[in-house]
């Protein structure tokens, strides 16, 4: 019985399992962690790539009987919540890889930048409008910027809803983030920041935004956060704290 609870979408489709392990890169050093393993349909074709371990980790006690009874010597399951997990608490470097929940997969991508110390590349599913959105295209969201100052994110591919058991109302979009130097170590404040800046989105940011901050950034008053490139934005924090 699937769950609609926990976002269970099963993708049931070998040719995009294979495109998803084949972005990862595995190779035999590597430490892989599966978001939302479900019934293992990833995890089995991940663990045929031969990483050196794969730890998956899984919200849905029944979920979490069936991964177990996968036997591989490799494969850790994990119940415990994505959205908090303590991701670096469990190897020095993982990839991520996921076909995310999308009721929760927002939540679940702001714990793995939060935890971006220990997780340089990761590949995800997303539905198919959020992914674009977190590459930059389309309508930006905080969340946008916020993983794009850290990671380089590329759109891989779309996924018919068709590819899925049972169907998502919506199509999705496979994502790709590599991890690249961080212009400034602040998390939890720069979280605050762009908030901060998109809550009432329309309105302009010198309401926002001290003067001084904006002329110091070379950005006019009139401008609204639509429209701001992602230099800008990490231009105006560092303004916003010197
Ligand atoms: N990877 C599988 C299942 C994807 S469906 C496949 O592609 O076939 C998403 C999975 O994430 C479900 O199994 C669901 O139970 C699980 N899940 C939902 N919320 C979660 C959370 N907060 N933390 C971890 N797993 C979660």
Same mark, same amino acid.
């Given at each position: 019985?699937?769950?609609?609870?926990?976002?269970?979408?099963?993708?049931?489709?070998?040719?995009?399992?294979?495109?998803?392990?084949?972005?990862?890169?595995?190779?035999?050093?590597?430490?892989?962690?599966?978001?939302?393993?479900?019934?293992?349909?990833?995890?089995?074709?991940?663990?045929?790539?031969?990483?050196?371990?794969?730890?998956?980790?899984?919200?849905?006690?029944?979920?979490?009987?069936?991964? %177990?009874?996968?036997?591989?010597?490799?494969?850790?399951?994990?119940?415990?919540?994505?959205?908090?997990?303590?991701?670096?608490?469990?190897?020095?470097?993982?990839?991520?890889?996921?076909?995310?929940?999308?009721?929760?997969?927002?939540?679940?991508?702001?714990?793995?930048?939060?935890?971006?110390?220990?997780?340089?590349?990761?590949?995800?599913?997303?539905?198919?409008?959020?992914?674009?959105?977190?590459?930059?295209?389309?309508?930006?969201?905080?969340?946008?910027?916020?993983?794009?100052?850290?990671?380089?994110?590329?759109?891989?591919?779309?996924?018919?809803?068709?590819?899925? %058991?049972?169907?998502?109302?919506?199509?999705?979009?496979?994502?790709?983030?590599?991890?690249?130097?961080?212009?400034?170590?602040?998390?939890?404040?720069?979280?605050?920041?762009?908030?901060?800046?998109?809550?009432?989105?329309?309105?302009?940011?010198?309401? %926002?935004?001290?003067?001084?901050?904006?002329?110091?950034?070379?950005?006019?008053?009139?401008?609204?956060?639509?429209?701001?490139?992602?230099?800008?934005?990490?231009?105006?924090?560092?303004?916003?704290?010197?």
């Amino acid at each position: 019985m699937l769950k609609k609870s926990f976002g269970q979408h099963l993708l049931v489709s070998e040719g995009v399992l294979k495109e998803i392990a084949r972005l990862l890169k595995i190779d035999s050093q590597d430490v892989l962690l599966e978001i939302g393993g479900g019934t293992g349909n990833l995890t089995k074709v991940l663990l045929r790539h031969n990483p050196a371990k794969l730890i998956v980790v899984e919200l849905d006690r029944d979920m979490v009987r069936r991964l %177990k009874e996968i036997e591989d010597e490799r494969l850790e399951v994990i119940q415990d919540d994505a959205k908090s997990l303590q991701i670096c608490r469990l190897a020095d470097e993982l990839k991520v890889v996921g076909n995310l929940p999308y009721n929760a997969a927002s939540l679940i991508l702001e714990n793995i930048i939060l935890h971006r110390r220990c997780i340089p590349f990761g590949v995800f599913m997303f539905q198919k409008e959020v992914a674009l959105r977190l590459c930059g295209k389309g309508d930006l969201s905080w969340l946008s910027v916020f993983l794009r100052t850290f990671y380089e994110v590329r759109y891989e591919m779309s996924v018919p809803a068709r590819f899925f %058991k049972p169907p998502p109302r919506v199509q999705s979009g496979v994502i790709s983030i590599s991890r690249k130097d961080a212009p400034f170590e602040e998390t939890e404040d720069y979280k605050r920041f762009l908030t901060g800046v998109f809550a009432h989105r329309r309105k302009k940011l010198g309401k %926002k935004l001290p003067q001084e901050v904006l002329r110091r950034a070379g950005i006019e008053t009139d401008r609204r956060v639509d429209g701001l490139e992602l230099e800008e934005f990490i231009t105006l924090y560092r303004e916003l704290r010197s």
